[in-house]
């Protein structure tokens, strides 16, 4: 059986249990690794081009964007989808570039800085579950930051950005904040 180690006290726990029963922890980054596979880049779409700011990215037809992993070289990267400036040249704009350039800065709060937003509602989003327990309630921003698992960058040919993370362990769905070529993060939302 699948097990993940509490990264506060040591005890090794059930797969599907949604705490710690040494120190009563809800759900570490371990467990969280065993259901979730990384995002990785497309095999089947040809030779990567090196992007200095990008990094390996392939071009996909099917959805006229470019596709690749941010950070590449993390364990559970964001998948990259971004719009070309113009389709028949495949370039990507300094408007994408610049938004992408504000996403390398904030991303190591990124994910406290979406918590730290959307916390409450995605507490009273998950009232209504089948899966609530009131336990919930007592979540911190760092607990909630922890639970996020990068999905995916989203940029637009016009230097806007939507940055998901997952969070399935205990209310199962998608934060999205919005990024825009300031650097501005918000519009922040929760789906599935």
Not at 56 to 82: M, Q, T
Not at 127 to 140: F, I, V
Not at 173 to 180: D, E, F, L, Q
């Amino acid at each position: 059986m699948d097990q993940w180690t509490c990264r506060h006290c040591g005890e090794k726990n059930d797969a599907d249990c949604d705490f710690c029963f040494g120190c009563g922890e809800f759900i570490s980054e371990e467990k969280a690794r065993i259901k979730r596979e990384p995002n990785r880049l497309p095999a089947d779409l040809g030779e990567p081009v090196n992007d200095p700011l990008f990094g390996d990215i392939l071009w996909d037809a099917k959805s006229n964007a470019w596709v690749g992993v941010y950070p590449a070289g993390a364990e559970f990267p964001f998948r990259l989808l971004i719009d070309a400036e113009s389709k028949s040249s495949r370039a990507i704009g300094e408007d994408a570039r610049r938004v992408m350039e504000h996403i390398v800065t904030a991303q190591p709060t990124l994910a406290t800085t979406v918590a730290a937003a959307m916390l409450g509602e995605a507490i009273e989003w998950a009232k209504g579950s089948a899966e609530w327990n009131e336990e919930y309630e007592n979540l911190t921003v760092a607990d909630y930051a922890r639970m996020l698992a990068p999905d995916t960058i989203s940029i637009d040919a016009g230097g806007t950005a939507e940055v998901s993370f997952i969070e399935e362990e205990i209310f199962g769905h998608c934060v999205v904040a919005n990024v825009t070529q300031s650097g501005e993060i918000g519009e922040f939302r929760i789906e599935g």
